[in-house]
C-alpha cells in the first residue's frame, strides 16, 4: 500500500526537466530509494519538452503520489523552471538537481543533513564524468566566474543543491541566475557551503547545453552579479 503524500512535506525536490524522457522512470525509482523514510515531495517542471517527456511524466505522476508535475506551455529555461518548482514547493528544506541522472538522489541526505548548519549547501562534482572538453571549459567559466565576482565556489555550476525554504523565498532569480544562488544567498547574509557529490556520466538523451550556446550570456550574467555586489547597499544604524 502506498501512503498518501502529506500536505506539509519537509522536503522538496525541485527538477527541471526538457526532453528527458528516457531518464523519467529511472529517476523516479531513485528518488524513492534515496528518500524512504523521509517526509518529502518531488516536483518535476516540465520546461516545453517535445520528446513524450510530458505524456511520460503524466503517467509517471498520476502512479506515484509523493510525485507532482509542472508543464510549461513552452520551453522557458532552466532559470524559469526552477522558480516555478521553488515557489510551488512546500518543504521546509528544498533541493534541486538535474533529470540527467548525472546527479546522485543518494547524495540528497548528505546535503539536507549539512543544513542543520548552513542556509545553502552546493554539490560539489569533484570526479567529473564529462568529455573532457566540457570538464575543461567549466573549469575555465567557474575560474573566471569566481575571478570576476569575488567567489570561491569551486563548482558553480553543478545542480545538486539544498535551500532552507524561508532564505530561498528573500532572492529573486531572473533569466539565468541560477548559476549564481551561493552568491545571491551571500548578498543576502545566508552561509553557503559545499560538499563532495557524486558524478556519472550521462546514459540516455544529450545535454541541452554546451559552450557555444551558454558562454556569452553566462558572462553577460556574470557582469551583472559583479554590478549588483557593488551596487548593495551597506550600512548600520547605530541610534
Not at 503520489?65 to 532559470?79: E, L, M, V, W
Not at 533529470?99 to 539536507?112: F, R
Not at 560538499?195 to 538523451?205: D, E, L, Q, S, T
Request: some cysteine; overall charge positive.
Amino acid at each position: 500500500m502506498i501512503s498518501s503524500p502529506s500536505n506539509n512535506p519537509d522536503i522538496s525536490v525541485v527538477i527541471p526537466l526538457y526532453n528527458e524522457v528516457d531518464t523519467i522512470e529511472f529517476l523516479g525509482h531513485s528518488l524513492i530509494n534515496a528518500l524512504r523514510g523521509q517526509n518529502y515531495e518531488i516536483i518535476i517542471v516540465d520546461d516545453g519538452s517535445t520528446d513524450g517527456s510530458t505524456k511520460k511524466l503524466r503517467e509517471w505522476c498520476a502512479k506515484h503520489p509523493y510525485f507532482r508535475s509542472i508543464h510549461f506551455k513552452k520551453n522557458a529555461g532552466q532559470t524559469a523552471a526552477m522558480d516555478a518548482g521553488f515557489k510551488y514547493s512546500r518543504g521546509k528544506y528544498v533541493v534541486s538537481m538535474d533529470a540527467d541522472m548525472q546527479n546522485d538522489p543518494a547524495d540528497i541526505p548528505k546535503l539536507l543533513e549539512k543544513l542543520n548548519t548552513y542556509d545553502m549547501v552546493c554539490g560539489w562534482r569533484q570526479k567529473r564524468n564529462d568529455p573532457w572538453i566540457k570538464r575543461v571549459s567549466s573549469q575555465v567559466a567557474n575560474f573566471i566566474r569566481n575571478k570576476l565576482s569575488w567567489e570561491d565556489i569551486k563548482d558553480t555550476g553543478c545542480s545538486l543543491k539544498a535551500y532552507r525554504k524561508e532564505c530561498l523565498e528573500r532572492i529573486t532569480l531572473f533569466n539565468g541566475m541560477h548559476r549564481f544562488l551561493p552568491t545571491l544567498f551571500k548578498m543576502e547574509g545566508f552561509t553557503v557551503t559545499e560538499i563532495v557529490v557524486n558524478h556519472y556520466p550521462r546514459k540516455f538523451g544529450k545535454s541541452k547545453y554546451g559552450i557555444s550556446n551558454r558562454a556569452f550570456r553566462a558572462f553577460v550574467d556574470l557582469l551583472v552579479v559583479r554590478w549588483m555586489k557593488k551596487r548593495k547597499l551597506n550600512y548600520e544604524v547605530e541610534q
